[in-house]
Every structure is written in structure tokens, then in C-alpha cells.
């Protein structure tokens, strides 16, 4: 009712864990929910195997990354492993605009900086109930040895010193349930604040008017 | 999953303009749910006719008032019209431990102390759908002169200053829809990083075992 002049989609970035499920989770969300929509990172790392450009990945070489942060065309970016990653401003305003809630699959650096340019965004940090759990789900994949796993525990760890930074913790226990607590979630954050300043604004105006007896 | 060691109840501040409905609303959210408990004010204002000690406040007099602020024995307090109003710590702290969510029905200078103290309480903002509504109300109760309701209208004005100061404005256009809404974003609050300190930190110290091999 409220929202009708801030339907306008939240700005939602989805960081967590490697291994917490953050992919899946993103893809269940976009495919039963047609209100939201995924941005597309800048990537000059290379296409891995059946990695599609436009897809996965805007897929560039550091020149042009270079060229594309000079010219403002992303709202954030990082670099990891000689590789730069960012994310390209006009499709996130366009869908924004469009009324879309925008997911933003990134890092804490990325989540940071997202944060401080747009107050109004809202950080998600996914984690698996238990790093117990962390270390079976990347164990059960088979598809690493133990010395890459233990990397990626030792990341976890780096990053679950950020948490605080994050608006909200989601748990992926059950997938139903994590994408129906973000759907939920992202409903919620419309009535913060910070993120319905027309109304707050309308209503001390109405407010203000009554009170010079204008009606 | 991840709340069982933080399934404390969550404080929970629901402020608003008066007729905003905001009795009528926590009677309902009491009603009908049983993990919602009501704090009880201690006021040394007199009772109106029909009103209860112990349901409506805790009707004392200066002295005992003043003697329960000294003992620390209220989480907030405040003074409108010479009259004293405040918060007995023991039955919130009691029903929190309990799992209950607590709602203290106060006005913002409370609500402020509240989040100061506690910065994981939960603050909400219920209003009308608009200013010209919240007019409509008031003029509808019958009950009130134009003078009175214009001074309510003033108070109105003032108290939307402090807005920004709430976690979640909530729209009372539909009774049950309002509830609904508050239920959730109760729900979800309990995900916010400052109240699941618990979860974080077990998370982090798993994580670093793992990092020293320890497991």
C-alpha cells in the first residue's frame, strides 16, 4: 500500500561460504519468482568449460575491464588471483527501475562497497547450519582434494569475520526454506526506513500542512 | 536450526501516531499468538475509569516511582504531563528468557533508551497509510474535539521526526495484514546478525579448529 512510489526493486547481494549452496539457492529464487533478477558479473578471468558469455560471466579482457571502471560503468569491483571482477551498472539500474529486486552474487569486498554506495541495498550472508557441515557438503562433492578444501575452510574462516557487516544471516539447512527466508526477507526490507524515504517524506509533508491549516 | 541457543525472545519497541491503532494491533498479535508477551508500564499518572492495575500499568505513586528508578529497576522511563512512565525490567528480562517476544508499547525517547541498551531490540513504527487518513481516523472516533485532534495532529508531525529511528515502518491499512507483517519481520529479525551472536561465534571457532587441525 505504502510502497506504491518505492516499488522500485532492492538492490540484494548474496554473499556466503564456498560451499553453501549460494548458487542453487540464487537459481531456485530467479526461476519460481519472476520479480527478481540476476546481474551478470565482468570477468576477465577465462571461460571455464560450458561457460557461456553473457551467462556466467561477461567475459573481457583487462583492458576493457580497466576501460569500463574509468568510465563509472561499474558499481563495484575486486580483483582475486590477477583477475578482476566487477558489476556492470546499467543492467542493475534498468532492472532496478524495472521494479526487479537485483541479485548481486559476490564477495564481502564487492558486499562493502555495494553497502556504502547504496545505503538502501541489502546484504545477505548464506551459511551451511554448522561449519561441520561446511566441511562434509565440500568433502561429499568429490570433485576436490583435501589440500583445496582446507583452503577453502581457511577462507571461510577469513570471511566469517564479516559477518556483522551482513543485514541478515540465512541459513541453508533445508532449500525450500532458505529461499522462501529470503523471499521473505526481501519483502521485509522494503519497510525499512531508509528504503521508504518518499513516504516518510509525503506523510511529514500531509503532517506539516495540517498543522499551517492549509487543509 | 541455526536459533536454538539464541531463542530468546526478542524485545520488541512498537511505537506510532496516536490512531495509528497500535492497541489494537498488539491485542491481536497477544491473542493470537502465545509467543508474544505485553509489558506492563508502571505510570503515576491515575487510573482512567475501567482500567486495571497490572493490566493497563502498574499504577504507583512520585515516591515509589522515583524509589524503582533508583533501585534500577525500570529499562526506560519517561515524563509526559508531569506524569511519569517506565518499563519494569523484571517481568521483560523474565519473559525474554522465557522465549517470549516482549512488546513495549512506548513512545520514541523510550524507544530510544531501549536501543541503546539493547541494540538487538527490534523497533517499529506503526502509522496509516497516509496523513490524511490518520486525520480521518481521529475525526471518526467521535470522541475527540477538533482542538484535541488537532494537537494530536501537531504531536503527530513531531513524532514523524524520529521515524528514521525504527527498524521497520509498519502500514496499518488492514488489521490482519499489519499483524501478519509484524509477525514476519519478528521472525526474520532474529536473523540479523546482532542477535545471533551465539551462532557466529561457534561458527568462527569451528572454523579456526579446523585451520589448526584440531579436528
Do not use: W
Amino acid at each position: 500500500m505504502m510502497m506504491k512510489k518505492n516499488k522500485k526493486g532492492l538492490l540484494t547481494v548474496i554473499s556466503g561460504f564456498s560451499g553453501a549452496g549460494k548458487g542453487t539457492i540464487v537459481k531456485k529464487l530467479i526461476s519460481e519468482h519472476n520479480d527478481y533478477a540476476l546481474s551478470v558479473s565482468m570477468t576477465t578471468r577465462k571461460p571455464r568449460e560450458g561457460e557461456v558469455n553473457g551467462r556466467e560471466y561477461f567475459f573481457v579482457n583487462h583492458e576493457d575491464f580497466e576501460k569500463t571502471i574509468a568510465e563509472g560503468g561499474l558499481i563495484e569491483h575486486a580483483q582475486y588471483c590477477d583477475n578482476y571482477y566487477g558489476t556492470p551498472k546499467d543492467y542493475v539500474f534498468n532492472m532496478l527501475d524495472a521494479g526487479k529486486n537485483v541479485i548481486l552474487e559476490i564477495e564481502i569486498n564487492g558486499a562493502l562497497q555495494i553497502k556504502k554506495k547504496f545505503p538502501e541495498s541489502l546484504l545477505l550472508f548464506i551459511t551451511p547450519p554448522s561449519a561441520e557441515e561446511l566441511k562434509r557438503r565440500l568433502v561429499s562433492r568429490g570433485t576436490e582434494t583435501m589440500d583445496v578444501i582446507e583452503k577453502r575452510l581457511s577462507r571461510a574462516g577469513e570471511e566469517s569475520e564479516g559477518i556483522e557487516a551482513y543485514d541478515y544471516i540465512v541459513v541453508n539447512d533445508d532449500l525450500d526454506k532458505c529461499v522462501e527466508d529470503i523471499q521473505r526477507i526481501v519483502e521485509d526490507a522494503h519497510l525499512s526506513p531508509v528504503r521508504c524515504k518518499d513516504f516518510i517524506e509525503d506523510i511529514r509533508n500531509e503532517l506539516k500542512a495540517f498543522s499551517k491549516g492549509e487543509k
